[in-house]
């Protein structure tokens, strides 16, 4: 029985990474994402060469384009599951895997598979640039703190595609995906800020923030970065969860 089990969830694993990896907007996403990414921050080492580079990090400079490339891996996320429900293949998918709460869980796991790496070379191209640029001005970071660093902004791009994967597995509809999510993280969460700085610590952008920038001592109620971690994750497994219910109990 085990050895069936296993061997189903590695047939399904295979399907959904098939789907993933020949979808082309996935790969136009991508790759709109390091272009637009290294344009990014090539604009903020140009600012920060002008100003008082000495007292920067290139970490900080480097990963100062964050905040535009997650838009990117939002659109991933959204795209990965409401693109089956575009001319109705989500029922093909639903007769040949019938076991939807399965079904949809492989579906995040493939997508982190693919995501993990892709967000890492991402993030690491805007830091290798600045890097590359600003090596005799800029302050000085060891390698483990680099390493350390695009880890923890590894795993927020990966959590924000999963989160946005199961907000889309929800709405089934990308447009209502996008205007929800891009709006949130780019209207409604900086006007937050200002209003409610310590409750939106702990709301998946912020919190995701604290995986990877420095912790500074000027800010109050800075989560640690494992904190951050935590509170992320826990943000994308109840969406994840409350996507599968639903997925479940609803007609395709």
């Not at 997508?111 to 890097?131: C, E, H, M, R």
């Not at 390698?143 to 924000?160: P, W």
Request: glycine share 8%.
């Amino acid at each position: 029985m085990s050895v069936s089990s296993s061997r189903k969830i590695t047939q399904i694993l295979g399907a959904e990474l098939e789907k993933l990896v020949t979808l082309p907007s996935i790969w136009l996403t991508l790759m709109g994402s390091f272009i637009i990414n290294l344009v990014v921050a090539a604009a903020f080492t140009s600012v920060g060469q002008q100003g008082a580079a000495g007292t920067q990090s290139i970490l900080n400079i480097g990963l100062a384009s964050m905040g535009y490339l997650q838009a990117g891996f939002i659109i991933l996320g959204i795209l990965a599951t409401c693109s089956e429900y575009t001319g109705g293949q989500i029922r093909t998918t639903l007769t040949t895997i019938p076991w939807r709460g399965l079904q949809l869980c492989t579906k995040h796991f493939a997508l982190a598979i693919i995501t993990i790496p892709v967000a890492f070379i991402i993030a690491g191209s805007g830091v290798l640039y600045t890097f590359i640029r600003m090596e005799d001005t800029a302050e000085v970071i060891t390698i483990d703190t680099m390493i350390t660093t695009l880890t923890g902004a590894t795993g927020y791009l990966t959590l924000t595609t999963l989160l946005s994967a199961a907000i889309g597995a929800l709405l089934r509809r990308t447009t209502p995906a996008l205007v929800l999510l891009l709006g949130y993280y780019f209207i409604v969460s900086p006007l937050l800020r200002n209003f409610l700085p310590g409750i939106t610590n702990y709301f998946p952008d912020m919190a995701g923030y604290y995986m990877y920038m420095p912790r500074s001592s000027e800010e109050i109620n800075v989560l640690t970065s494992m904190q951050g971690t935590g509170i992320s994750m826990l943000w994308t497994l109840i969406f994840i969860t409350v996507a599968i219910v639903f997925y479940r109990k609803r007609d395709a």
